[in-house]
C-alpha cells in the first residue's frame, strides 16, 4: 500500500470532488437504511391488526431518530393510509439512493478519469526528461504497457475501489448501528461468520499482490515481443522467421496465460467464499428469526429487518473481495509506475545554467574520456579536439571507433566521466539543455520519420509552423524536392509508421532537410549519406557548401567527400585521434587517410 501513496497528491489536487463524492456516498446509504426500519415497522403494524393480535406499544427508542419522527407522523393515521403512505416513502427512500448514488459516480469515477488524464500526462512528461541512457536499457513495449495498462489499473483504484470501499464501509457500519440498536445478541450470531471472512481476506490479498505483479510483468513482455515483431516485420519475412517468432509469441503469451488464469483461480475461490458467509448469515438469521418469531410474534417485523439489512450487506462484503483485489493490482502497477517515476536522469541543467546562450564560438573538446555505463565500451579515450566557430570539420573512423559519441556528448545525450567539453569558452554543462539543442542541428545515423505528413516531418523541428516555400527550400537543399512532388500528395503524403513507405535514401534527405529548415549555428551529419547514390551524395554536398555558410558543421561518417573543402579531417580510432589535418596534409602523412582516399578513388574509377 506504501506505494500508492504516491497518488496523495492527486486526491488533493481534487479534494473537491473527493470529498462532495464521498458524502454523496454516505447520503445514498443513509437513504438505504431508513427503508428496513420502515419495513418492519409496516410488519409490526400488520401484525397488530391481526385477527386475535394484541396490541402492544411501539418500541420507538430503537429507531433511528427520522423514522421515529415519521412514525409519529403515520401511527396516529388509520391502518389502510398508513401502509400506502409507507409503501410510497420506502419508494422515494430508493430513488433518493439511487440519485446519490448517481452522484457519487458523476463525482469519483469522473475524478479517477481527470487522475488518468494527470498520470499519462506525468509519466510521458518524465519519460521525455529521461537520458538516452535509460532507453538503451528498457524496451518500448515495458514503456507503453506501464503508460497504458498500469495506468488504467491505478485508475480502478482511484474511483471504482475508493467509491466502493466508502459504500461498503459507510453501509456496514450504519447497518450494524441499526442492527446492535435492536438485538445485540442476535447481531452477534448472525454476523458470526464474518470474522472468518476477515481471516479469508488477510490471507488470500498477499497471494493476489504477488500473483497481480507477474501477470503485469508478463503482459509487458507480452507487449515488447508484439510491438518488436510488428516493427522488424520486414526483416521478420526477409530471413522467413514467421514462424519461430510466432513461437516466442506463443511462448511469452503462454506465461500471461498461466499468470492470468494463476490470478483468477485465487479470485474463483476468494468471491464465492465471500458470497458463503453472506448466506450463513443469511440461514441464521432466518433460523434464529424464525425460532424467536415462534416464541414472540411481535419479532416478525424484527426478523424481517434483519433479513433486509443482511442483503443489503451481501454487496459490500462480497465487493470486499474486488475491492481488495483492484487495490493489489493497483499497488502492483503503482510500484512498476514509480520504479520509472523515481529514476532520476543523469543529463540534468546545472543550477547555474545560462539560458538562451547563443551558442556560438569555439568548439573544445579536453582531455574527454567517455565509457557506456551498461556495455563497458570505452569509446572516447583522453580525446582533444578544437573546432573554431564557422569550421567544417569531417570525422572519420571505423565502425565502433567513437565517431558517434562525438556528437552525443555535444548534444549531451551523455555527459563525459572525465574531461570537459566548451562552445565559447563555456562549458556545456552550463548551457540549458534546451537552448543548446535548439541551436544545434542533428542528424543521426538511425533516421525516425514519424507517422506524418512529409511537410511536418521537414518542420518537426521548429516552434512555429513555417511556410511551405521554406520547407520546399529545405527540400531542394537536402535534394529530395523532386521526389517528393512526385509522391502522390507530395508535401501532404503520409509516410507511415517510421517513414516505412519511403526509401532509405528518401528518410535520409527528409531527415536532412529537417536539420536544414533549423538554421542553426552548429550542425552535425552522423553518417547520413549511406542510401543515396554516389550523384545525389554529390549534390547534397555541393548544396551544404553553399547552405552552411558560416555554421560550424561536422560531418561525420567513413567515406572521403572530395567535392568539399574541409577545414580539418579528423581520424579517430579507437577513441583517440589517430590523424588530423587538412586533405592535403594527411595526404603527404601517407597513412591511415591516405591509403582510405586511395581505396577509395580506385574503387570509383571501376564504377
Excluded at 506501464?146 to 475501489?161: K, L
Excluded at 451481501?314 to 493489489?328: K, L
Excluded at 543515396?532 to 567515406?559: C, F, M, P
Amino acid at each position: 500500500m506504501k506505494h500508492l501513496s504516491a497518488l496523495n497528491k492527486y486526491f488533493w489536487k481534487y479534494r473537491v470532488r473527493f470529498l462532495v463524492g464521498i458524502l454523496f456516498v454516505v447520503a445514498s446509504n443513509y437513504f438505504g437504511v431508513l427503508a428496513p426500519e420502515i419495513t418492519g415497522y409496516v410488519v409490526n403494524a400488520v401484525q397488530q391488526h391481526l385477527p386475535g393480535a394484541k396490541a402492544t406499544a411501539t418500541a420507538a427508542g430503537s429507531y433511528n431518530s427520522v423514522v421515529r419522527y415519521f412514525i409519529g407522523w403515520v401511527e396516529k393515521m388509520d391502518f389502510g393510509k398508513l401502509v400506502v403512505l409507507c409503501s410510497l416513502t420506502i419508494l422515494v427512500l430508493a430513488l433518493l439512493r439511487g440519485l446519490f448514488m448517481f452522484m457519487m459516480r458523476q463525482t469519483l469515477i469522473v475524478m479517477s478519469r481527470h487522475i488518468e488524464y494527470d498520470m499519462k500526462n506525468a509519466v510521458y512528461a518524465h519519460y521525455q526528461q529521461l537520458d538516452a541512457g535509460f532507453f538503451k536499457t528498457h524496451r518500448t513495449g515495458d514503456l507503453m504497457n506501464r503508460i497504458a495498462e498500469d495506468v488504467s489499473r491505478v485508475r480502478m483504484y482511484t474511483g471504482p475501489a475508493i467509491m466502493y470501499f466508502v459504500n461498503l464501509a459507510s453501509l456496514i457500519i450504519m447497518c450494524l448501528v441499526n442492527m446492535f440498536r435492536k438485538d445485540i445478541s442476535l447481531s452477534l450470531l448472525v454476523l458470526s461468520p464474518l470474522p472468518l471472512l476477515a481471516i479469508t481476506i488477510y490471507f488470500v490479498n498477499t497471494a493476489i499482490h504477488r500473483k497481480s505483479e507477474k501477470v503485469q510483468a508478463s503482459l509487458s513482455d507480452l507487449t515488447t515481443n508484439a510491438q518488436e515483431s510488428y516493427s522488424g516485420i520486414r526483416v521478420i519475412k526477409s530471413f522467413v522467421q514467421e514462424k519461430a517468432m510466432l513461437g516466442f509469441f506463443k511462448q511469452n503469451s503462454e506465461e500471461y496465460r498461466k499468470n492470468a488464469v494463476g490470478l483468477a483461480k485465487v479470485e474463483a475461490i476468494y468471491f464465492p467464499s465471500m458470497t458463503l458467509m453472506v448466506g450463513l448469515s443469511t440461514l441464521l438469521t432466518i433460523f434464529i428469526g424464525g425460532n424467536m418469531a415462534l416464541a414472540d410474534p411481535q419479532k416478525i417485523g424484527l426478523i424481517v429487518e434483519f433479513v433486509i439489512y443482511i442483503n443489503m450487506l451481501s454487496f459490500p462484503v462480497t465487493a470486499i473481495g474486488s475491492v481488495a483485489s483492484m487495490i493489489q493490482r493497483a499497488a502492483a502497477s503503482q510500484k512498476r509506475l514509480n520504479e520509472f517515476l523515481d529514476t532520476r536522469p543523469t543529463v540534468v541543467n546545472a543550477a547555474t545554467a545560462v539560458k538562451n546562450n547563443n551558442v556560438s564560438g569555439d568548439i573544445v573538446f579536453k582531455n574527454v574520456s567517455f565509457t557506456y555505463e551498461h556495455t563497458g565500451i570505452k569509446a572516447l579515450n583522453h580525446f582533444d579536439l578544437t573546432i573554431k566557430r564557422g569550421e567544417k570539420v569531417l570525422i572519420l573512423g571505423k565502425t565502433g571507433s567513437g565517431k558517434s559519441t562525438v556528437a552525443q556528448l555535444l548534444l549531451r545525450f551523455f555527459d563525459p566521466q572525465q574531461g570537459t567539453i566548451t562552445i565559447g569558452h563555456t562549458d556545456i554543462r552550463n548551457i540549458d539543455l534546451a537552448s543548446l539543442r535548439n541551436k544545434i542541428s542533428y542528424v543521426p545515423q538511425d533516421i525516425f520519420l514519424f507517422s506524418d505528413t512529409v511537410a511536418n516531418n521537414i518542420a518537426f523541428g521548429l516552434d512555429k509552423q513555417p511556410g511551405r516555400d521554406d520547407i520546399q527550400q529545405a527540400a531542394t537543399n537536402a535534394a529530395i524536392h523532386g521526389e517528393i512532388l512526385t509522391l502522390e500528395n507530395g508535401y501532404d503524403t503520409m509516410v507511415g509508421e517510421r517513414g516505412v513507405t519511403l526509401s532509405g535514401g528518401q528518410k535520409q534527405r527528409i531527415s536532412i532537410a529537417r536539420a536544414l529548415i533549423k538554421d542553426p549555428e552548429v550542425m552535425i551529419f552522423d553518417d547520413c549519406l549511406s542510401a543515396v547514390d554516389a550523384k545525389t551524395e554529390n549534390q547534397i554536398i555541393n548544396n551544404l557548401y553553399h547552405t552552411l555558410g558560416n555554421k560550424t558543421a561536422i560531418l561525420i561518417t567513413h567515406r572521403i567527400f572530395t567535392v568539399f573543402s574541409f577545414d580539418q579531417v579528423i581520424i579517430i580510432d579507437e577513441g583517440g585521434i589517430l590523424e588530423k589535418g587538412t586533405h592535403e596534409e594527411l595526404l603527404a602523412l601517407n597513412g591511415y587517410y591516405a591509403e582510405l582516399y586511395q581505396l577509395q578513388t580506385s574503387q570509383e574509377v571501376e564504377e
